[in-house]
C-alpha cells in the first residue's frame, strides 16, 4: 500500500492525526521533524538558530528522499518540506497526500495554547497581531504547494472521515 503523506501549516494537526491514522491502518507513524532531529541530534529550532533555513531545508530534503515508496508509512511533513527542492512533486509520485487545511486564525490559537517551542519560523513571543501576520504569510505562500494535494480537508476533519475520503481514491 502507498504511503500517505499529511501537509499543512505548524499546529495543523498532521502528528494527531497521522497517530490516529497509522494505528487504523496498521501503518508507521514517522514525523520527519523526528527524522531529522535524530540524524542531527539536535532540535529543529537549533539547526535553524545554528545552521540556518537553507541548511535545514537541504537536510529535510534529504529525509523526505530517503523515504522509500508503498511502505504503509504515514508521514508527517514538515509545514515547509512539500515547497522547497520539488517535495511536493516527490511527495505526489511516491504517495497518497492529504492537506489538513487549518484557517491561520485556528492556527494562532493552537500554537498559542501549545507548550512546544519547536516552531522556529513561528516567534511566540511577538504580539499576537505580528504572530497572526507571520502565519497568514507563511499560509499564503505554502498554499500554492499544498492545494496540489491528492486530498484537501478541513483541518477539524476526524480520522474516520479521512479514510472515507481515502477509500474513494484508493
Not at 52 to 73: A, S
Not at 98 to 110: G, Q
Request: proline share 3%; charged share 25%; glycine share 6%.
Amino acid at each position: 500500500m502507498k504511503n500517505i503523506f499529511l501537509l499543512g501549516m505548524p499546529s495543523s494537526g498532521k502528528s494527531t492525526l497521522g497517530k490516529q491514522l497509522a494505528k487504523r491502518l496498521d501503518f508507521q507513524f514517522v514525523d520527519t521533524d523526528d527524522l531529522i532531529e535524530n540524524q542531527e541530534t539536535t532540535t529543529v529550532s537549533d539547526i535553524f538558530q545554528y545552521k540556518g533555513e537553507d541548511y535545514f531545508r537541504l537536510v529535510e530534503n534529504k529525509i523526505l528522499r530517503g523515504i522509500q515508496p508503498n511502505q504503509k508509512l504515514i508521514v508527517a511533513t514538515g509545514g515547509g518540506m512539500p515547497c522547497f527542492h520539488s517535495g511536493i512533486d516527490f511527495i505526489k509520485a511516491n504517495g497518497i497526500s492529504i492537506f489538513l487545511n487549518v484557517e491561520p486564525e485556528d492556527l494562532l490559537k493552537r500554537i498559542q495554547k501549545s507548550d512546544a517551542n519547536n516552531r522556529p519560523l513561528i516567534n511566540k513571543t511577538t504580539s499576537q497581531e505580528e504572530l497572526l501576520a507571520n502565519i497568514k504569510k507563511r499560509y499564503e505562500d505554502r498554499f500554492q504547494y499544498y492545494k496540489q494535494a491528492d486530498i484537501q480537508i478541513d483541518g477539524s476533519i476526524d480520522v474516520d472521515q479521512i479514510l472515507w475520503l481515502l477509500d474513494e481514491i484508493v
